[in-house]
């Protein structure tokens, strides 16, 4: 055979063998997803006191967000994180590495009230209203407390990950709390207002996940498919399936844990 025939059949042979492996990687990353409901009657949020800067931050019906439950029992801001530390990450988290996230004092209260970060992000601490805003982060490795003018922002960057979620406040206005959730890979999520939630890309096989709420700290007690379940120290394990996504459906989680 000509030398160049080599050479193409050669080329041709391992462009195969490297299509092969991609589609082998593929294979090894699937998705979880599920939904957090309230298992009772939705508690009634109460209203916040507002005895500052009455003008700018008195009309708009601020209320506690520690427990968020909609209508129909949704658990807003349930944070689900992988528990490995080291761990194979999937080459599309690689263009968001080194994206800025956007913290905002906006109508005299933090938006979104649970932010999520991952180590080499930044966080941006923007200030929409009118007034003056500190924003005090109290995390093991993040402590940070810039005051804000109004307009302007201030750039955070994210280089330590945090074991628990860090609390956010702000000194001038004494009602107005957060959250700052920072891991050291992009395996986190937190659910919406309708409880949903979903972690893509992870790689296949038995995994340990956390779930942790503001008002119950780690969630231990959930009931799926009728059955009561205990997540000792808000540890559970689930199964990730390649090239899938594996719907957890509607867990539900007990109301007493969250009367703290």
């Not at 195969?16 to 309230?38: D, T």
């Not at 659910?191 to 992870?202: A, P, T, Y």
């Not at 719907?247 to 009367?259: E, I, R, S, V, Y």
């Amino acid at each position: 055979m000509p030398r160049i025939l080599r050479n193409l059949t050669l080329l041709a042979m391992l462009g195969g063998l490297s299509l092969a492996a991609s589609a082998a990687r593929a294979a090894e990353w699937g998705s979880i997803k599920g939904r957090f409901v309230y298992d009772g009657t939705p508690p009634v949020p109460a209203k916040l006191d507002i005895n500052k800067d009455q003008a700018t931050c008195g009309g708009h019906n601020l209320v506690d967000q520690s427990l968020e439950v909609g209508p129909t029992g949704s658990i807003a801001n349930v944070v689900v994180w992988l528990r490995e530390k080291k761990v194979a990450v999937n080459p599309e988290y690689k263009k968001s590495d080194a994206d800025k996230v956007t913290l905002d004092n906006l109508n005299c209260h933090f938006i979104p009230h649970v932010i999520g970060l991952r180590v080499g992000q930044t966080l941006v601490i923007k200030n929409s209203d009118p007034i003056a805003h500190n924003t005090k982060i109290d995390g093991l490795n993040t402590q940070v407390n810039p005051l804000v003018p109004s307009g302007q922002s201030v750039e955070v960057p994210i280089d330590a990950p945090e074991n628990v979620p860090a609390p956010v406040s702000c000194s001038i206005h004494g009602w107005m709390h957060a959250y700052m959730v920072v891991r050291p890979n992009p395996y986190f999520a937190i659910s919406d207002k309708n409880g949903d939630f979903e972690i893509k890309n992870l790689p296949a096989g038995d995994l340990e996940f956390q779930v942790w709420q503001e008002k119950s700290g780690y969630v231990t007690d959930a009931i799926i498919g009728g059955q009561a379940t205990k997540w000792t120290k808000g540890r559970v394990k689930w199964t990730i399936e390649a090239d899938k996504t594996t719907d957890l459906g509607t867990m539900k989680l007990a109301a007493d844990q969250f009367n703290k």
